[in-house]
């Protein structure tokens, strides 16, 4: 499926009821999610945040597209932040990156057939787009100030945090990929 057709149909699921229930369905569940997000696994020096918050974006493009998944992105970015404001503020970068996040898991997931190397891959093109280079970016222009650390050295700690996630995220892709090739094959997701 070429990208502009994955955006035209994932536009039309839209104007579905049955998706826009799952897809309203799968933003509270990533505001839930989010709401954990706070958990932090200590490791050389950096504090790795682990969140499963990621998957109800990854389900939203594999069920409905890259338009629904970047919604549940973005949105779940400001919902999370409006129920459960952090102590940093609110800072529309991160937004940015929940969208591109949904785009990418879209264009990568939606109506293909889910294998551990596509898991891998799209994993692997978030992790350096968004999770990596951006949010080193974002983190660089919110903390410089205060911390005196430059890019390079908020890019080192996304790295370290990323490469120990990666494992367990691409199984998470993978199962859940699973499970949304058997939705589709149900009478619910047509």
């Given amino acids: 499926m070429s990208p ?11 104007k579905k009821i049955q998706s826009l229930a799952a897809i309203a369905m799968l933003l509270a569940l990533r ?12 490791l050389f020096g950096n ?26 992105g973005a949105l779940g970015d400001v919902l999370s932040y409006l ?14 990156s929940g969208a591109l996040t949904g785009l990418i898991y879209g264009f990568a997931l939606y109506n293909r057939k889910i294998t551990l190397p596509r898991a891998a891959v799209s994993w692997a093109v978030n992790t350096l787009v968004v999770e990596t280079f951006l949010a080193a970016y974002w ?7 205060s911390t005196g650390k430059g890019y390079e050295g908020w890019l080192v700690a996304r790295l370290i945090g990323q490469a120990v996630k990666c494992v367990p995220d691409i199984i998470l892709i993978f199962a859940m990929g699973k499970l949304c090739d058997a939705l589709r094959k149900t009478k619910l997701m047509r």
């Fill in 47 to 72: 504090a790795i945040k682990i969140s499963p918050s990621f998957l109800p974006i990854v389900m939203a493009g594999a069920l409905f597209g890259p338009v629904p998944a970047m919604l549940v």
């Fill in 83 to 96: 129920i459960a404001p952090t102590a940093g503020g609110f800072f529309p970068g991160f937004t940015v």
């Fill in 139 to 145: 983190l660089f222009l919110l903390y410089s100030a």
């Fill in 4 to 14: 502009l057709s994955s955006l035209k149909n994932s536009v039309l699921e839209l």
């Fill in 31 to 42: 505001v839930v999610l989010g709401m954990f997000a706070n958990a932090t696994l200590p």
